[in-house]
Nanobody, 121 residues
Framework: QVQVVESGGGLVQAGGSLRLSCAAS????????MGWYRQAPGKQRELVAA???????NYADSVKGRFTISRDNAKNTVYLQMNSLKPEDTAVYYC???????????????WGQGTQVTVSL
């Protein structure tokens, strides 16, 4: 089995910063992309940022210049540094791991349980 565990959420005032971490463990054999999604109440889950195994990154327009995604391949861990937070960043943040559990097997998505980020005025 593969476990994906996020940490680092919390309550912060507008303009503040938070750093999210996500570690994949268990029977994961290799990981392609890792990313962060978020879902606010009444809205669909949306991509926040993603990073490939080679380090290429992709960001939602709403977070460009404020959020930075990075990863440690040796630790199967991805981070999201969030600066200049706004109330509209309030959501549950989910970690996504695109990986495979063995040679020649098809990769699939694995999800964490989510971590709440709340930004107050």
């Amino acid at each position: 089995q593969v476990q994906v565990v996020e940490s680092g959420g919390g309550l912060v005032q507008a303009g503040g910063s938070l750093r999210l971490s996500c570690a994949a463990s268990g029977s994961i054999f290799s990981i392609n992309a890792m990313g962060w999604y978020r879902q606010a109440p009444g809205k669909q889950r949306e991509l926040v940022a993603a990073i490939t195994s080679g380090g290429s990154t992709n960001y939602a327009d709403s977070v460009k210049g404020r959020f930075t995604i990075s990863r440690d391949n040796a630790k199967n861990t991805v981070y999201l540094q969030m600066n200049s937070l706004k109330p509209e960043d309030t959501a549950v943040y989910y970690c996504n791991v695109d990986g495979r559990v063995g040679v020649g097997l098809r990769s699939r998505d694995y999800w964490g349980q989510g971590t709440q980020v709340t930004v107050s005025l």
